[in-house]
């Protein structure tokens, strides 16, 4: 009872602290931010075209990202844009010029709900070579990735574009209720390439706070329309567990169902678990999971078995030294047959890097690995490829705005 009642009270002061920062937070001046980081790396790659006949090549990547970011009183507001530039020494890959544009929103309108908008738009290759943050899977800047999935081959230049929205309501300390949803469109612009596909994801969660627990029940549901239209539906119950001020785990059973056209529909359970470990900046996670995946790029859903290990931690006491990391294994079942191979998947992305001094400079040494094994007979054949890439980076950061550091000495 005491545990009990010493967390509901950690949630009503939470909750208390919340209105409060709201209420005065309405008479705070918006202010305005920008944000350049350029950088530039050069590298070397077994597998430059991306293709189940590898052919190496040394490569230079430029990019440039630039955001304007509006911060308001209830409102933040970021656009951003990238351009990326890859030149291959050799001829043996595809020089690519990447853009990426965003657009982030964060509304407050009430004290106890939260909305986030988002939208996304890539113009770029499929063999690309992207600097990425391995240890939540995303594009610099920009949101967070799903779990790894099938990868196609080749160096087609494809559009994506993406549309994303999230509420959260908080009606009391004990509960919270969460909806979002994503559009998602790819359009491969030459041939021979994948169908073009669009994705389109609901989901709702509803969560439960008791003392050190958290209860959930989610249900999500996602339509793919590409060469063969699908629908992915799941719910799932959860128990969330607060082992420590450190230390988490989270369990999650329900059961999936895909349906296909012209297929008959597959029914199974799904399963998830975590383990997580989070100190301030840093922290590390595992995952096991059992889940529909839809696979946008190759536009047909599969069955994942997946473990995937992420992690950020210092390698100096002054933690100016970093190591970040992914790990992750795939073993997929085709959707109509729960038993039999559709691919598997080995990733790794590994990071190091380190500041220099006090300069809005930041040096990295990436690695990452593709290890993809498909089946010939599957209903749709998911190709063997094999690529790594070596790569040394570095990158600047200035900010300029209201209250901002100065450039030179500022921290990263």
């Known amino acids: 009872m005491r545990s009990r009642a010493k967390a509901d009270g950690r949630s ?58 509006y911060l308001g009183a209830r409102a933040n507001h970021t656009l951003g844009y990238r351009l990326g530039w890859t ?5 043996n890959g595809l020089d690519n010029l990447s853009n990426e544009l965003s657009v982030l929103s964060a509304l407050m309108p009430a004290a106890n709900m939260e909305l986030h908008l988002g939208g996304s738009a ?49 009606p009391n300390a004990r509960w919270q209720l969460l909806e ?4 998602t469109r790819i359009t491969y612009l030459d041939s021979p390439a994948p169908p073009d596909s669009l994705l389109i994801t609901l989901r709702g969660r509803a969560e439960r706070i008791a003392a050190l627990d ?22 799932m119950a959860g ?20 349906f296909r056209e012209n297929v008959s529909p597959t029914i199974g359970p799904a399963a998830l678990g975590s ?8 922290y590390a996670n595992l995952t096991v999971s059992r889940l529909p995946t839809a696979n946008l790029f190759l536009g047909t859903p599969t069955i994942n078995n997946q473990a995937v290990l992420r992690l950020t931690l210092p390698l100096t006491r002054d933690e100016t030294a970093v190591i970040s990391g992914m ?35 930041y040096g990295t040494l990436d690695y990452s690995l593709l290890s993809q094994h498909g089946n010939p007979t599957a209903a749709t054949p998911v190709p063997d490829l094999f690529r790594q890439v070596l790569m040394l980076n570095i990158r600047a950061s200035f900010t300029f705005g209201p209250g901002t550091p100065p450039i030179l000495g500022a921290p990263m």
């Open 12 to 69: 009503a002061a939470l909750l208390a602290a919340t209105a409060a920062a709201w209420l005065a937070s309405t008479s705070a001046r918006a202010e305005v931010v920008y944000d350049l980081a350029p950088s530039a790396g050069v590298g070397i790659t077994n597998n430059a075209r991306l293709t189940s006949t590898p052919l190496a090549d040394e490569f230079s990547l430029l990019t440039a990202t630039a955001q304007v970011r």
């Open 327 to 361: 790990a992750g294994y795939t073993f997929a079942n085709p959707s109509n047959d729960q038993f039999t191979r559709a691919y598997d998947q080995r990733v790794a992305q590994l990071t190091v890097g380190t500041r220099f001094g006090r300069l809005p400079l």
């Open 87 to 91: 030149h291959y020494f050799e001829g």
């Open 122 to 170: 890539i113009l770029s290759r499929v063999s690309r070579l992207a600097i990425t943050n391995p240890s939540a899977g995303t594009t610099a800047g920009a949101a967070p990735a799903p779990a790894p999935e099938a990868q196609v081959a080749g160096t087609n230049l494809f559009i994506g574009v993406t549309a994303t929205e999230e509420v959260i309501y908080r």
């Open 239 to 258: 128990w969330r567990r607060e082992i420590s001020v450190m230390w988490s785990s989270e369990l999650q059973a329900g059961v999936m169902g895909i």
């Open 275 to 282: 383990l997580g470990y989070r100190r301030i900046f840093w």
């Open 214 to 235: 958290t209860y959930s029940l989610e249900s999500s549901t996602s339509a793919t329309f590409a060469a063969g239209n699908s629908l992915i539906s799941q719910l």
């Open 180 to 183: 979002s949803g994503n559009v």
